[in-house]
């Protein structure tokens, strides 16, 4: 069923879980997350990216609804959520067209710009986006990689965290706390004591971003310390091109792309059970 992000994440703060976040490029990564979240029986939400929705032309429409088809479809109850916004303009139309293509949250992201700048933009877009019924995650203390060089050094301070929602009136928080986008290997070592002074400090749920990276038993340990919506990308993309990458090498006069893209898809299922277990189990 179609769920809405705020329900999901309450569900999972009274569980002292998380929600899985999973980042949809093509029909093939939704369709694989909802198969995957409905093996692990467990509540998920889609997440588009700016950068997804350029690779559609910059078109939202034609991604979400699709996702919308899906979630409404799903045996799970299943959010959507647009992520990583840096564009206003992209913010608007999201906040716009957010009913109609059943979104219920988005993130805000002008965490590359100075604090005080970052608290204007946010406070701003923030206040439409609430006003519109939607929950608004931004980002406090830049997360790195997202240009593809890891950057894990930056942390965000608890104070200063503090003082950012306030002052922007947020509904989730992604913090820096050890965390890289576009790992394709396990192995960062997150601060966890400080995600555990973040979740004693701040009254909103906090976003584990660059999830990919984090080796299981971190995750667990994560959402023992108090996050509650993990965003997870890169590691679906990793088995999807894996089994492509397999299929062409083995038969390269391949020609029909329903035989290597459904082993993409169900790579990508695999992937999200296991990690559905790991952080909603
Ligand atoms: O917002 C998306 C996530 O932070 C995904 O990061 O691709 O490194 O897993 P990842
Ligand atoms: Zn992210």
Not at 192 to 220: K, Y
Request: proline share 4%; aromatic share 2%; hydrophobic share 45%.
């Amino acid at each position: 069923t179609l769920a809405r992000t705020s329900e999901l994440i309450e569900s999972a703060q009274r569980a002292a879980i998380a929600v899985p976040a999973f980042n949809v490029i093509t029909i093939e990564h939704a369709e694989g997350i909802v198969a995957g979240a409905e093996r692990a029986n467990c509540a998920v939400i889609l997440q588009v990216s700016e950068n997804a929705v350029r690779y559609h032309d910059g078109r939202l429409r034609p991604i979400l609804a699709a996702c919308s088809e899906l979630a409404v479809a799903a045996e799970i109850p299943v959010a959507l959520h647009l992520d990583h916004l840096e564009d206003e303009d992209l913010v608007l139309a999201g906040i716009v067209q957010s009913g109609e293509l059943g979104v219920s949250s988005l993130m805000i992201d002008a965490s590359r710009m100075p604090y005080e700048r970052n608290v204007e933009a946010t406070a701003s877009l923030a206040k439409r986006a609430r006003e519109a019924g939607l929950w608004v995650e931004a980002e406090l203390g830049e997360i790195g990689g997202k240009d593809g060089a890891h950057a894990p050094g930056v942390r965000t301070d608890p104070e200063e965290a503090a003082e950012f929602v306030r002052a922007t009136g947020v509904d989730g928080l992604a913090v820096a706390v050890g965390s890289s986008h576009a790992m394709t290997s396990r192995q960062a070592e997150l601060d966890l004591a400080l995600i555990e002074r973040l979740a004693q400090r701040l009254t909103v749920p906090l976003v584990l971003h660059g999830s990919s990276g984090v080796p299981d038993a971190v995750l667990r340990d994560a959402v023992k310390a108090g996050i509650r919506k993990v965003n997870i990308g890169t590691a679906l993309n990793v088995g999807f091109t894996a089994s492509v990458r397999g299929f062409l090498a083995s038969d390269p006069g391949a020609t029909d792309p329903r035989a290597y893209l459904r082993l993409g898809r169900e790579a990508v299922a695999a992937e999200v059970s296991e990690l559905c277990a790991v952080v909603a189990g």
